[in-house]
T-cell receptor
Framework: DAKTTQPPSMDCAEGRAANLPCNHS???????VYWYRQIHSQGPQYIIH???NNETNEMASLIITEDRKSSTLILPHATLRDTAVYYC???????????????FGAGTQVVVTP | DSGVTQTPKHLITATGQRVTLRCSPR?????VYWYQQSLDQGLQFLIQ???????AKGNILERFSAQQFPDLHSELNLSSLELGDSALYFC?????????????FGSGTRLTVV
């Protein structure tokens, strides 16, 4: 069963903020929310992760709702190079079986237009 | 350059053949993960090695095997190849047996079976 739900695609204008939603209504207390992106046929790239607090790094911000059932990845000033598939993944740490690994779903295809 | 090196970048081979894909992890990383990405399956976790030992298994076929050598590089061996094995194969690495900060992926090997 899919642990996360993301829209299949979204467009964003260059220079504007891109807000990527993710629903994870069955998230457990020990599961983190991770975001990766994959630019066409390149290896996935780690973006950010969080447990319950909002997080920010040089690439993006992660906003997690108080009930932790959904989150939003924010790219503050989208550029053409941000065109990629964005994956939202929930994952618990410390598991040794295959489900402790990153399980990638279909993600959101984000297209940044000039 | 992510620091994870995969060779070769492209490989074309015939059905029934055997190939070996190679991965050198980022300097200092002890874990290596292999993923397969095909058009109809998305990114699938295959197997993880940590410091030379198998750590976790995912959707890896019996025709596929992997190993991690003392210098920490890893090889993924694919045998009795079928047309359906055509895919991108990604290697990723992390410092420990599990990574709180995500994996670093290589640029992949594109395998085409004809």
């Amino acid at each position: 069963d899919a642990k996360t739900t993301q829209p299949p695609s979204m467009d964003c204008a260059e220079g504007r903020a891109a807000n990527l939603p993710c629903n994870h209504s069955t998230i457990s207390g020990n599961e983190y929310v991770y975001w990766y992106r994959q630019i066409h046929s390149q290896g996935p790239q780690y973006i950010i992760h969080g447990l319950k607090n909002n997080e920010t790094n040089e690439m993006a911000s992660l906003i997690i709702t108080e009930d932790r059932k959904s989150s939003t990845l924010i790219l503050p000033h989208a550029t053409l190079r941000d065109t990629a598939v964005y994956y939202c993944i929930v994952r618990a740490l410390g598991l040794t079986d295959s489900w402790g690994k990153f399980q990638f779903g279909a993600g959101t295809q984000v297209v940044v237009t000039p | 350059d992510s620091g994870v090196t995969q060779t070769p970048k492209h490989l074309i081979t015939a059905t029934g053949q055997r190939v070996t894909l190679r991965c050198s992890p980022r300097s200092g990383d002890l874990s290596v993960y292999w993923y397969q990405q095909s058009l109809d399956q998305g990114l699938q976790f295959l197997i993880q090695y940590y410091n030379g030992e198998e750590r976790a298994k995912g959707n890896i076929l019996e025709r596929f095997s992997a190993q991690q050598f003392p210098d920490l590089h890893s090889e993924l061996n694919l045998s009795s190849l079928e047309l359906g094995d055509s895919a991108l194969y990604f290697c990723a690495s992390s410092l420990g047996a599990e990574s709180n900060y995500g994996y670093t992926f290589g640029s992949g090997t594109r395998l085409t079976v004809v």
